[in-house]
Nanobody, 119 residues
Framework: QVQLVESGGGLVQPGGSLRLSCAAS????????MGWYRQAPGKQRELVAA???????NFADSVKGRFTISRDNAKKMVYLQMNSLKPEDTAVYYC?????????????WGQGTQVTVSS
């Protein structure tokens, strides 16, 4: 049974930091690209950051220089360190596992964790 379980969300003041964690189980974690997406009210879900099986990363322009993504294959965990948070970072954050095998995309999603940036 595939599971992605996010944790670490909450309420933080502008300029603050949060670290999101995602615990994975039920699939071969190490070969998947892992990503964090977010969805704000009334907006489409968007990619925030991703890390490939080889450790390459990419980030949305809006979070470059403020967020970092990392993974621990031994623990089957992926993390999103969010610094210098802004009110516009407020959203539900979702963990994603992605693989194309052999030509078919496979995507798993977590249930999401709320991040609210407000004074």
């Amino acid at each position: 049974q595939v599971q992605l379980v996010e944790s670490g969300g909450g309420l933080v003041q502008p300029g603050g930091s949060l670290r999101l964690s995602c615990a994975a189980s039920g699939f071969l974690f190490s070969i998947y690209t892992m990503g964090w997406y977010r969805q704000a009210p009334g907006k489409q879900r968007e990619l925030v950051a991703a890390i490939t099986s080889g450790g390459s990363t990419n980030f949305a322009d809006s979070v470059k220089g403020r967020f970092t993504i990392s993974r621990d294959n031994a623990k089957k965990m992926v993390y999103l360190q969010m610094n210098s948070l802004k009110p516009e970072d407020t959203a539900v954050y979702y963990c994603n596992a992605h693989l194309i095998h052999p030509t078919t995309p496979i995507d798993y999603w977590g249930q999401g964790t709320q991040v609210t940036v407000s004074s």
